[in-house]
């Protein structure tokens, strides 16, 4: 496992050099995507023959510069058989979908599954049957890559996974100590969790690839809620004091999990971990944060558990306790209207003044308001203890 964790950042440059092969080959510009149709290696050919600057349309050119397709244009795409196909497919022009240029794809296989794509655009006369033969060959050798890089991915999951479940001490020490193994040298240095939930499958397979989230490690997907999922991230930093590349990773995965167009989605950041031992806390405090920027959007829609406040607090409260028996009655759909009155009161600390400026209503209608909130809940506005119960119930009841 140790040389395996070398798999990624070893790969890359050898991506890269089958791709600039397969361009030299074919005297044309090559791309290789995964199966997701995210980019994985851009292989620029120069030559007195080269395509003119049209070749870049606009299903190309949001490839290149977002680094994968949308839906539609992979649903388009696999319309023509890729998926299935063991040799080069030819892909019309087509303007009316963005392709200006028609394509060339090359499926690659391994072991007579579908990896990735390499594509190129089609051109006149193009390339012969024995150039195709040379590139379908040297997409083996890429398909072989990708496999073994999956096998490995596939191994993090399941160690990242088997961490942040473990429901015992010795379970978790375990778990860290075959990621720690899995990761190898990269197991050293500052981690952090990212949670993005509710994500919108549990299935592994629909997980983003670890090349496309900048800095990732690791990704798996974890119960959330009654019946929904999560997506945890772990992400190694470069600094304990710079979440950067944390914030940057999770905005890439609301990317992907908004364009499913379900309920909202969040993010959470846990604070930075000097190794791996503590990530069950981490995931703790991730999966917290990402809760508390879906009760409250102030905080989101990406929150880092030092800016939750009294979240910390509440997220760790079972749903039991936080329903407070005495609040019940303010929670009801019929008084919304006096719940806010109340949350904000307390939120400005009982200053009745820039409350009402809040509410935009008479000071007045504010004290009769508040003299309502503590007949439903037979709770004392000027008792410190009633305000903190009161105040928690409202906030928790979002959660």
Not at 55 to 74: G, K, Q
Not at 136 to 161: N, S
Not at 318 to 324: H, L, M, Y
Request: charged letters at 25%.
């Amino acid at each position: 496992m140790g040389q395996n964790a070398r798999v990624t950042s070893e790969h890359r440059a050898d991506y890269q050099e089958l791709v600039d092969e397969i361009s030299e080959l074919l005297g044309a510009p090559a791309t290789l995507e995964n199966r997701d149709f995210e980019l994985i290696a851009f292989g620029a050919y120069d030559s007195e023959g080269d395509l003119d600057p049209s070749a870049l349309d606009p299903v190309r050119t949001r490839s290149i510069l977002t680094r994968r397709s949308t839906a539609a244009v992979r649903a388009w795409f696999e319309g023509f058989g890729i998926t299935r196909a063991t040799g080069p497919v030819r892909v019309p022009r087509t303007p009316e979908a963005g392709v200006h240029r028609g394509r060339i794809c090359l499926p690659v296989r391994h072991r007579g599954v579908v990896l990735g794509y390499v594509w190129l655009l089609d051109y006149d006369p193009g390339p012969s049957e024995g150039q195709l033969d040379a590139a379908m060959r040297v997409t083996g050798r890429i398909g072989a890559l990708l496999a073994d890089e999956a096998q490995h991915g596939a191994d993090l999951t399941r160690e990242l996974r088997a961490v942040l479940t473990a429901e015992r001490d010795w379970q978790r020490e375990m778990a860290v100590a075959e990621l720690r193994t899995a990761l190898g040298a990269r197991a050293d240095g500052p981690y952090t969790v990212v949670c993005v939930a509710p994500w919108p499958s549990a299935d592994p397979d629909d997980a983003p690839s670890v090349r496309t989230v900048p800095g990732a490690t690791a990704l798996c997907t974890l119960p959330w809620g009654v019946a929904g999922s999560a997506l945890a991230l772990l992400l190694r930093l470069r600094s304990p004091e710079v979440l950067t590349p944390a914030a940057t990773a999770a905005s890439r995965l609301l990317e992907r999990a908004d364009g499913t167009g379900g309920s909202p989605v969040a993010a959470g950041i846990a604070a930075p971990r000097a190794g791996l031992a503590a990530l069950g806390a981490a995931w703790e405090e991730a999966s917290a944060s990402a809760r508390a920027a879906l009760a409250e959007p102030r905080f989101g829609p990406v929150a880092r558990w030092a800016s939750i406040g009294p979240f910390r607090l509440l997220t760790a409260l079972p749903r039991e306790v936080a329903r407070d028996p005495a609040v019940g009655p303010l929670l009801a759909p019929a008084q919304a209207e006096l719940a806010r009155t109340a949350e904000v009161y307390l939120d400005r600390a009982g200053q009745a003044g820039r409350t009402a400026a809040e509410l935009g209503i008479h000071r007045q209608t504010l004290y009769y308001r508040l003299s309502r909130i503590e007949q439903l809940t037979g709770l004392d506005l000027d008792d410190g203890e009633d305000r903190l119960l009161l105040h928690m119930a409202l906030k928790a009841s979002r959660l």
